[in-house]
């Protein structure tokens, strides 16, 4: 069964300090991965897919195999980053976009 | 540009009563999703549409009911709720034609059950 494992619930950073907030996969075979934010009062949206290899708002995630993680990365915290995180996980292929979410990260920024 | 829409924003119910919450998209998109967000759980999927006319289950099923009305529509019903069903629900859409650019999310539905 796929599952994904977020294991900070909270994470505070100070402003301009790097940010990494966790995201480990179990999955036989290559998935997917994705990055969601929710801001306050905000909707749940997306930030990032490891397939577009793209820097949203100054994040970035790498997909290791390896390690089966799928960490994300900023080097500069903002204070506009405070938001839940969610990674969340997609099978391969086409006919199956039912994704597996982790429990979510918390990420406060202190000015 | 309206995206996904879910009503009602917020609920309150007693136990055993019913309800249905009702979520539409405006995208042309095939998939819809009935999500609930939990703490400490994460986002768990109760049900899914991968395209008009069929619905499956989802991770946490038990309690809930579907109906996928039309491209657009795909309803969430609680037959006779429950304390445990106190929740955020979230709605989403896909494209589900094999080319996934995330899902899009409607705003959620707090619903309260005493």
């Known amino acids: 069964a796929q599952r994904v494992t977020q294991p900070e619930k909270l994470l505070s950073v100070f402003k301009g300090a790097p940010v990494e907030l966790k995201c480990n996969y179990s999955?036989?075979?290559?998935?997917?991965l994705f990055w969601y934010v929710q801001y306050s009062r905000q909707r749940l949206q997306l930030l990032l897919r490891?397939?577009s290899r793209e820097s949203i708002k100054g994040f970035t995630a790498d997909l290791n195999k390896g390690e089966t993680s799928f960490h994300l990365k900023k080097p500069f915290a903002q204070e506009e980053d405070s938001a839940m995180y969610y990674c969340?996980?997609?099978?391969?292929?086409?006919?199956?976009?039912?994704?597996?979410f982790g429990t979510g990260t918390r990420l406060t920024i202190i000015p | 540009n309206a995206g996904v829409t879910q009503t009602p924003k917020f609920q309150v119910l007693k136990t055993g009563q019913s309800m249905t919450l009702q979520c539409a998209q405006d995208?042309?998109?095939?998939?819809m999703y009935w999500y609930r967000q939990d703490p400490g759980m994460g986002l768990r999927l109760i049900y899914y549409?991968?395209?008009?006319?069929?619905?499956d289950k989802g991770e946490v099923p038990n309690g809930y009911n579907v109906s996928r009305l039309n491209k657009r529509e795909f309803s969430l019903r609680l037959e006779s709720a429950a304390p445990s069903q106190t929740s955020v629900y979230f709605c989403?859409?896909?494209?589900?034609?094999?080319?996934?650019?995330?899902?899009?999310f409607g705003s959620g539905t707090r619903l309260t059950v005493v």
């Open positions: 989403a859409s896909s494209q589900g034609d094999g080319h996934h650019y995330g899902y899009t």
């Open positions: 999955y036989s075979g290559s998935p997917e």
């Open positions: 490891h397939i």
């Open positions: 969340a996980l997609k099978p391969p292929g086409f006919g199956n976009e039912k994704l597996t």
């Open positions: 995208m042309n998109h095939n998939s």
């Open positions: 549409s991968a395209s008009e006319g069929t619905t």
